[in-house]
């Protein structure tokens, strides 16, 4: 079945680090893939996506590369900052299957950015 | 904000009891998604609704049931509850079945003593 990998944590990082958080998927067919976010204390809040191979999604400085070939959606940021200080969530949904409505999520990754 | 209404926000209750969690998904969707999240078990998807059917089911328990009303709202019923029922449940919505963007509620927390 439809499952994600990502890397685990907790990842530490000094502000104005590179970051990255590795995320590969398995998947039959051509899933959405997207990339969550939750604050301490809050929800899921979708942080970007991408629907079809070699799509980038980005947002808040954050990017993402839907590679097929690879099966990964790599999260990445150039420059961190301590508000980015959170849990990622990388995720898919698939385009077909009894299950194809809802997201699956890999474990999380949790990254603490220090000032 | 991103839409999605959960009620209650924080819950405590003690072991065999029942409960019900509430969500009113975003304005004109028809899909409706719970979720459970622990820290043992990470993001775990309960169940799916579309436009009150059901569509797909996870690892709900069979004490556990839902289901979506004809104003689009859900509900989740949780019945004799343990201990390791503790969790953070999500309901997100999405305008359609698949592939489109689904977006989340910010829980509720659910505390078994």
């Known amino acids: 079945g439809n499952s994600v990998t990502q890397m685990e944590g907790p990842v530490t990082l000094s502000e104005e680090a590179f970051l990255t958080i590795n995320c590969t998927y398995t998947?039959?067919?051509?899933?959405?893939l997207f990339w969550y976010v939750q604050y301490p204390g809050e929800g899921l809040q979708l942080l970007l996506k991408a629907t079809k191979a070699d799509d980038k999604g980005s947002n808040k400085g954050f990017e993402a590369t839907y590679r097929k070939e690879t099966t990964s959606f790599h999260l990445e940021k150039g420059s961190v900052q301590v508000s980015d200080s959170a849990v990622y969530f990388c995720?898919?949904?698939?385009?077909?299957?009894?299950?194809?409505?809802?997201?699956?999520f890999g474990k999380g990754t949790k990254l603490s950015v220090k000032p | 904000d991103s839409g999605v209404t959960q009620t209650p926000k924080h819950l405590i209750t003690a072991t065999g009891q029942r409960v019900t969690l509430r969500c009113s998904p975003r304005s004109g969707d028809l899909s409706v998604y719970w979720y459970q999240q622990s820290l043992d078990q990470g993001l775990q998807f309960l169940i799916q609704y579309y436009n009150g059917e059901e569509r797909a089911k996870g690892n709900i328990l069979e004490r556990f049931s839902a289901q979506q009303f004809p104003d689009l709202h859900s509900e989740l019923n949780l019945s004799s509850l343990e201990l390791g029922d503790s969790a953070l449940y999500f309901c997100?919505?999405?305008?359609?079945?698949?592939?489109?963007?689904?977006?989340f509620g910010e829980g509720s927390w659910l505390t078994v003593v």
């Open positions: 997100a919505s999405s305008l359609q079945e698949r592939r489109d963007t689904i977006y």
């Open positions: 995720a898919l949904r698939g385009d077909y299957g009894g299950s194809q409505g809802n997201l699956i």
């Open positions: 998947a039959t067919g051509y899933p959405s």
